[in-house]
C-alpha cells in the first residue's frame, strides 16, 4: 500500500481521486483501487491490447484507450459521460452484429462480461444490420469447446498461453472482419494442441467461445456471476487480481 | 517444394524477423502458400505454425489456398475506374471464362480488384502475379492479355510496351530540377559533422513528407538521444494511399537522392542499419533500387567507412511488403520488418525510442529524405525561406484524374489549388481530393485554398474530379477501400469500416433513408474518436466532406425520409414462390391489394 500513498500521486476520475504510481495505466490504477472502467481486451496480470476501445476516456479533454494511456499525476479523466456511454453502447452493438451472439442459448449466459457489459449500457438491441457469419465451432478438445461465433477478437487467450502458460497455443489471423482466432497444432483443431482445461488461457474468455466442456449449467442461471454482482461492483468482471498486484 | 522452401529459408538464414520475405518469396516460386510450407517455415525460424499462418493470412498478397497460375488484380482505385477498369475486368473475366474473384476451373487464372497499384497516371492499371504491372488498358491490350494468358506465354514474354510504366514530371522545382551528384551532401554533411548535419536539418523546418506532418530534425534529435546499442533508420516507401504515386516516381528517378537521404539521417542519428520498406505493388522496382544500392557499396557510399570516414558504417536492406495499406503506418510498418502482422503498435513508445527490434528508429517517408539531400547542399535556412513559415520548403504531389496533363508536379507549400488545376489542364473541375481517401475534399469554392500545414495539409496527392463525376459514388469506393484495408485489430475499425461501406451499397442500391445518413453520422463521429490508429480515423473523412459539400448526391438516393430494410423482401419470396410455384398477387410482397370488380 505504502508505494501509493507515500507518492502522493494521484488523477481524478468523474471527480474523484484515483492514487497512482508512476507507469500505471489509467485503467490499472482505477482498477487496483476498485474503480471501474468499461473493458473487455484488458485484464489485470496482462499487458494491455488496446484493441476493443470499450475502456475510452477523455483524458485532459482527448479521446484515449485507459487500459494503454500512462496516468498522470493531476490529469483530469471523464468516464461516466453521456457522450462516451453512447459511444461504447455503439462499439457494443458492433461486438454483437460482427459475430453470432445468441445469449439465451449460451451457456455462458450471465458469466459473460460482453453481455454484463450491454446490459450495463442499456444496450437494447443490435441497431446495426447483423452479418450473420458463417463460423465453424471446434469440438476436438477432450475437455474445451472453441466457438468461433462468440470470439470477440480481444486477444486475452492468446497472450495468456503465451505469457502465463508459456505455450502460445493461440494466435489471430485474417484481416478486416474476416480477422479470427487460430489454434497451433498441426491440423489447427484445439484437440490437436497443447492446451490444457487447468491453463489460464482455458480459463480467461471473457464471452463464451473458449468454455471448459460438461460444467455449463453447474451454476444454474440466476446465480451466476452477473446476476448477483453488477459489472461495475469493484472486481466483479473477472476473478480477483493476482497476487503481485498490490492493493492499496 | 521441400528443396524450394530450403533454398528460400537458406537465403534468409532462418532468421523470423525475415518472415514476410520468406513467405513472398516461397509464393512466388509456387503460386500460393500449401499448410506444409508454413509448418516447415515455422520449424525453421523458431515460430508456431498459427503465428506463420496469422502473418500469412494478414497480407492481401499472400495466399494459404490455390489462386490462378497468372493472378490479375486490376486497381480499383477511383481514378483507374473513372478510366473504364470495371468494364475492362469484366471483359478480360468474360474472355477468360472466369468469375472475379474465383479461380478458373482448370487453376490457371484468377482475376480480381485490388486497392490502388500507384500508376493512376497511366490507368487504368493491373498486376500480374503481385510482379508486372500493365499500364494504360485498353479493350485491345485486355483482349491481347487474355490470348497470352491462353496460350501460357509467361508474363516475362508479354510485350514489353504493355509494361512501360512513364514517370512524368510536369513542374519540376527546386527538388527535382537541381542536378545532383551522388556522395555530395554527404560530402557538406561530414564537413558539419554530426551535429551540425541535424541542426542544418532542424533549422530547414522541414516536416515530414508521408503525411503527418511531424518535424523531421525533432523526430532524428529524439532518436538520436534515446538509450540503446544500436539505431537504425527506415524508409517508407509504402505509397499506399490511393492517388498517390509521387514516391514512384521518385523511387525511379531520384533513388540516389533518397538512399543520400537516408545515409545522412544514419549519420545524424548515429544508425548502421537500414531498411527500404518498398509496397509489394512496387516489387518491379527492386532490381533497380539493388543496382542503385550496389553502386552506392562499390562508390563508398554505403558500407563500412562510407567515404573514409572511420566509423561512418551504414549499409541498407530492401523489405518489400505484401499489399496490405495499414503498413504505411510506421508502428504497423516496424511490425511488417520484424517478420510480424502489421497491426500498429500501442504509442508511446514511439519507435524513435522503440522501434525495429527495440532499438531507436526514425521512419521517414521517400521525399523527405530526397528533401534532406538537397537542404544538407544549401543549408537549412535556404529550405526555410522556401514556402510558407510554417510548411517550409517545396513538396513534391501526384496529380490525377479528369485532367490533360496527369503526372507529378513540384511546387512551393502554400500554392492554391486552382494554380495546380490550372496548370495540370484541368477543366470544369467539380471538385478535388487532396492527400488521397485520408485527406481532404475540397469543392469549387476552396480552390483558392493553399497546400499547407496551416491551411490544406496533403500527403501529395491530388484527384481531379469534374462536372460528369458522382461524388457520392467515389465516397463510396473510398468507404468500399477502408473497409478492405482495416487491419482488424480494434472493434470500431473493423467492424466500422464494414457498417459504413454497406450502408453506402444500401444508399446506391436506392434502398436508403433519412436514418441511414443519421447512421452514417453516427458512425463518423465514433470512428474519429475511437480507433487506435490513422486508418479507421481517417475512414469516415470522405463521408464527411462529401456528405457536407455533395449533399444532393446523397439525397438524390433517398427513397424515404424514414426507415427502409436494406432487404428486397419480394426478391426474398421468390425461393419459396418457385418452391410452391405459386405466381399468384398474394405470394408477392407487398401484397397487392384485391381489385374490387
Ligand atoms: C494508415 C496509414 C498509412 C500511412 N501510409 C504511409 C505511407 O504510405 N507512406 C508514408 O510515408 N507515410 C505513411 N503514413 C504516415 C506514417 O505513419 C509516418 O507518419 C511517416 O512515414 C513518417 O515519415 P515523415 O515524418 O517523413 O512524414 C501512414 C499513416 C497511416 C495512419
Ligand atoms: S476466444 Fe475468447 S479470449 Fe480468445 S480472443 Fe476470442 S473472445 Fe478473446
Ligand atoms: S484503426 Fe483500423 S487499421 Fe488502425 S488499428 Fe484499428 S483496426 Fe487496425
Ligand atoms: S480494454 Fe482498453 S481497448 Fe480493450
Known sequence: ?248 | MEATVRTVLARHANQPQALVQILRELQAEQGWLPREALMAVAQATGRTVADVEGVASFYRFLHLVPVGRYRVLFSDNITDRMQGSVALMERLCRRLGVAPGAVRADGRVSVAPCSCTGLGDQGPALLINHHQVITRLTEERVDAIADCIERQLPPAQWPAEWMQVEDPVHRADVLLGTPFAPGSALQAARALGRNGTLEQVQRSGLRGRGGAGFATGLKWELCRDAPGAQRCVVCNADEGEPGTFKDRVLLRRHAHLVVEGMTLAAWAVGARRGFIYLRGEYRFLLEHLQEVLRQRRAAGLLGPDIQGEAGFDFDIEIHVGAGAYVCGEESALLNSLEGHRGTPRIRPPFPVEVGYLGQPTTVNNVETFCAVAHILLRGGDWWASLGTPKSTGTKVHAISGDCARPGVYEYPLGTPVERMLEDCGAADTQAVQVGGPSGTCLSVTEFGRCIAYEDVPSAGALMVFDRRRDMFEVARNFAHFFAHESCGFCTPCRVGTELLARRMDKLAAGHGSRHDMSVLQELDTLLHQSTHCGLGAAACNPLRDTLLKFRPSYERRLQSLHFLPALDLDAELSIARAATGRQDAAAHWPPSHPTTP
Not at chain 1, 8 to 26: H, I, N
Not at chain 1, 30 to 41: D, E, F
Not at chain 1, 190 to 198: E, I, K, T, Y
Not at chain 1, 217 to 245: K, T, W
Request: charged fraction near 20%; hydrophobic fraction near 35%; include cysteine.
Open chain 1, 1 to 248: 500500500m505504502s508505494r501509493y500513498t507515500a507518492s502522493g500521486l494521484s488523477f481524478l476520475l468523474d471527480g474523484e481521486e484515483v492514487p497512482m504510481a508512476p507507469g500505471d495505466t489509467v485503467l490499472q490504477a482505477a482498477h487496483r483501487v476498485g474503480r471501474y472502467i468499461p473493458h473487455l481486451c484488458w485484464h489485470p496480470g496482462l499487458p494491455a491490447h488496446g484493441s476493443c476501445r470499450l475502456c475510452m476516456v477523455n483524458f485532459n479533454g482527448r479521446p484515449v484507450s485507459a487500459c494503454t494511456a500512462l496516468a498522470a499525476p493531476g490529469a483530469v479523466v471523464e468516464c461516466q459521460t453521456p457522450a462516451l456511454q453512447a459511444e461504447r453502447r455503439t462499439l457494443l452493438q458492433m461486438l454483437f452484429v460482427e459475430g453470432n451472439h445468441f445469449c439465451p442459448s449460451c451457456e455462458r449466459s450471465g458469466n459473460c462480461l460482453l453481455q454484463a457489459t450491454a446490459y450495463q449500457h442499456e444496450m437494447a438491441g443490435p441497431h446495426f444490420e447483423e452479418f450473420y457469419p458463417g463460423r465453424p465451432v471446434d469440438a476436438s478438445h477432450p475437455d474445451m469447446l472453441l466457438d468461433h461465433n462468440r470470439c470477440i477478437l480481444c486477444g486475452l487467450c492468446v497472450r495468456a498461453s503465451e505469457l502465463l502458460d508459456g505455450k502460445s497455443v493461440f494466435a489471430i489471423a485474417g484481416h478486416g472482419t474476416r480477422c479470427h482466432l487460430v489454434v497451433d497444432s498441426p491440423s489447427g483443431q484445439l484437440g490437436d494442441s497443447a492446451l490444457s482445461v487447468h491453463d489460464q488461457a482455458a480459463g480467461i474468455c471473457p464471452v463464451g467461445a473458449l468454455m471448459p466442456k460438461r460444467v455449463g449449467f453447474r451454476d444454474p442461471i440466476g446465480q451466476r456471476r452477473y446476476d448477483l454482482h453488477r459489472v461495475d461492483e469493484p472486481h466483479s468482471q473477472e476473478a480477483a487480481p493476482p497476487a503481485d498486484e498490490e492493493t492499496p
